[in-house]
């Protein structure tokens, strides 16, 4: 058997954004992919789904696997044939303790390949708002580690030289030590005035900074009850941080906001969330798919051979958009043949998806939801007319049930299937727990009743109990009210039911303003 191969990737500090081009291309070929907590779980969405995932970090039934467990495990799993994506938080050559597994690995005739990644030395205090370099303060940064005893600190740390070798002082792991570690800079030579800021859980939702002076750190620190992980930045770039401080000036700075959408739409939602300031985590609770079974093949290429007699076809999700022209295509089905026909949409996102396919929509209602569309279709539809409902076998009655009132014969077809999904997890139900996400999203009600599901399937005994400290924000008024059935109290609706409408309600809550 071929040996395989170990890329030690550099994962960044915490946001997901930060890994490399290169880290990412790594982790998406990789047969196994080997991470710890501070590796930023959210890479792991970017494996290929087959990928095995060996977690090395601290369980609560279990204590972080030791470095030489580590090395050994990336040595057998290579010997196995196999790629493997060793994620490292930070950068994997700044006290990652890389060369140790790099060596091992070469003492087994195994490739492999060092990727670097974003420090914490740098990146942390970046998103505080501190350049660890300015013109007017520093030209010149030394990283130097605080996790160890002051015992050891004063081995491995030569005070009388670190201490003015350069403008500005990075300590990583030093949050227990920093009375000690100002003690010994001001007894080496910097002034009590000194600026400090410690800048805990840096680029994620968690992000704290405390600022001080060499001569009050301690105090500030313990006052505010700040604890490990944080970076400690020494030197006057501290003083930027006034004027310079980004991250935490934007409207869902600090909100971390479970997306419930589908995998294939969550990007927009998420990618919104980002922008904005806030940490989108991504939890696809549904998958759309082809319809199973020849029937209900049979019945769409019945429904889509008679396009000529349709007065109208009703779209009303872009999935159904999606969905519709699959369908046309594997029939070999001209969409000229609904010549005959006008096309609704029942919101922008759909009007848009036909648009990219050349169609434009000849209704499009002010509400968007099937209770919007049929005001407006009230003057335009008649009896005896034809409507086609492509739609998912999900899909709400009210719509065909409301035009079978007014004498419009309706055909339905259930171009899409929604089906349950559930990521593999271990952090979700313990981060509900403890209050680390702040918002919930739902795009619709199988958004609601999937992800109570899939934190059952988690372990997670009583979900709704779980969501309670959860702000609930809900894409419109049916949704909302399917998440108040299930004992979910719901705090957002927007009054635009649609994605921005809804990025629009999550600022609108935290009483933050953009800014232009």
């Not at 946001?15 to 880290?23: A, M, V, W, Y």
């Not at 597994?101 to 505080?128: D, F, K, M, Q, W």
């Not at 792991?173 to 080496?188: F, P, R, T």
């Not at 992800?451 to 005994?461: D, F, I, P, Y």
Request: charged share 25%; hydrophobic share 40%; glycine share 8%.
């Amino acid at each position: 058997m071929d040996k395989g191969k170990v890329y030690l990737v550099g994962a960044g500090p915490g946001d997901p954004k930060l890994i490399t081009i290169r880290g990412l291309e790594a982790l998406k070929r990789s047969d196994v992919v080997v991470f710890d907590r501070l590796a930023g779980p959210h890479l792991l969405q970017y494996a290929r789904p087959d990928a095995e995932r060996v977690y090395v970090g601290k369980l609560p039934d279990r204590h972080t696997m030791k470095q030489e467990e580590i090395n050994r495990l990336l040595v057998d799993l290579a010997l196995q044939g196999k790629t493997v994506a060793r994620l490292k938080g930070g950068d994997p050559t700044v006290f990652g303790r890389v060369g140790e597994e790099a060596e091992l690995l070469r003492r087994n005739g195994i490739l492999y390949e060092i990727i670097p990644g974003i420090t914490s030395a740098i990146a942390v205090p970046a998103y505080a708002g501190i350049p660890v370099t300015h013109r007017d303060f520093a030209s010149s940064f030394s990283v130097i580690t605080g996790h160890e005893s002051p015992d050891k600190l004063d081995h491995s740390i030569y005070w009388d030289k670190v201490t003015n070798a350069t403008g500005t002082l990075v300590f990583l792991m030093g949050v227990a030590k920093i009375g000690y570690i100002s003690a010994q800079l001001i007894k080496h030579g910097r002034a009590p005035e000194t600026p400090v800021a410690l800048v805990q859980w840096g680029t994620r939702a968690e992000q704290r900074t405390v600022v001080g002076t060499l001569g009050d750190i301690e105090a500030k620190v313990k006052a505010a009850n700040l604890q490990p992980p944080a970076v400690i930045v020494v030197g006057e770039v501290v003083r930027q941080r006034e004027a310079l401080a980004w991250v935490e000036s934007k409207p869902l700075f600090g909100r971390r906001v479970l997306v419930t959408r589908a995998r294939a739409q969550a990007s927009e939602l998420a990618a919104k969330i980002d922008e904005l300031g806030g940490e989108p985590y991504e939890f696809p609770v549904i998958e759309t798919r082809l319809p199973s079974g020849k029937e209900a093949e049979d019945a769409i290429a019945s429904a889509l051979a008679r396009a000529e007699e349709y007065d109208w076809v009703m779209l009303t999700s872009v999935n159904g958009v999606d969905y519709f022209f699959y369908w046309l295509d594997r029939f070999g089905i001209d969409i000229r043949r609904f010549h005959r026909a006008k096309f609704a949409a029942v919101g922008p996102k759909t009007a848009e998806a036909l648009a990219q396919r050349g169609v434009r929509a000849d209704l499009l209602p002010e509400s968007f939801r099937a209770e919007g569309l049929l005001d407006s279709l009230a003057d335009q539809v008649s009896e005896q007319q034809t409507a086609l409902l492509p739609r998912g076998d999900l899909a709400r009655k009210h719509l065909p049930k409301e035009l079978a009132a007014k004498g419009v014969r309706t055909v339905e077809i259930d171009v899409y299937e929604t089906a349950l999904s559930v990521p593999s997890d271990i952090w979700l139900p313990e981060m509900l727990n403890n209050g680390e996400i702040h918002t919930v999203t739902f795009t619709s009600s199988s958004t609601v009743v999937n992800l109570l599901e899939a934190l059952r399937r988690l372990g997670v005994a009583d979900p709704g109990k779980a969501l309670e400290r959860c702000q609930i924000a809900c894409i419109g008024p049916v949704t909302a009210r399917t998440a108040e059935e299930h004992g979910l109290r719901v705090s957002i609706v927007p009054d635009r039911y649609t994605i921005d409408g809804l990025v629009q309600a999550l600022i609108d809550a935290t009483g933050r303003e953009i800014e232009r």
